[in-house]
């Protein structure tokens, strides 16, 4: 049996927090080409999860420690929808092909996904172009005080 306990995730918090990314993941999928992929991601509050679409698959978002802010946005940035994981929400799936992008509020925090495999690298064209060239604490300053209706950049 497969699992994740307290001390997995400790270890999985303190290899994000050495990482030069501020992010660590433990796969429980055996391979990446593997047709569901499942993963706990450890994310510190300074790691980038840029704005980026999955065109091939939903994805859901669980929160096991910590607070994430979840944003999904239209074709130019302007923010669709904004969630909170851990403060009166508990999963959030975000649909094929929306723009999306994560933030940390806590440091130590996990979260663990789910979608459709294989593993792809996010291309060029699947990374929003109108966040490109700005850094993690542009970007995660932005994440942080974007509501419904904010455009990037604001």
């Known amino acids: 049996m497969k699992q994740l306990n307290d001390s997995m995730l400790d270890a999985l918090s ?20 593997d047709p569901i992929q499942r993963l706990a991601i450890a994310m510190e509050p300074d790691t980038l999860v840029a704005p980026h679409r999955h065109p091939h698959t939903w994805e859901m978002l669980f929160a096991l420690r910590g607070r994430f802010i979840v944003l999904v946005f239209d074709d130019v940035g302007k923010v669709l929808a904004r969630i909170v994981l851990s403060e009166g929400c508990s999963v959030a799936e975000i649909p094929i092909g929306a723009w999306h992008g994560v933030l940390s509020l806590d440091a130590g925090g996990i979260i663990f996904e789910v979608k459709h495999g294989p ?36």
């Open 14 to 33: 303190e290899q994000a927090r050495q990482s030069p990314r501020f992010r660590a993941n433990h796969n429980l999928h055996e391979q990446l080409s």
């Open 119 to 154: 593993y792809q690298p996010i291309p060029a064209c699947d990374a929003a172009s109108w966040a490109r060239g700005q850094d993690a604490a542009t970007i995660n300053a932005w994440y942080a005080r974007a509501s419904v209706g904010s455009v990037f950049p604001a």
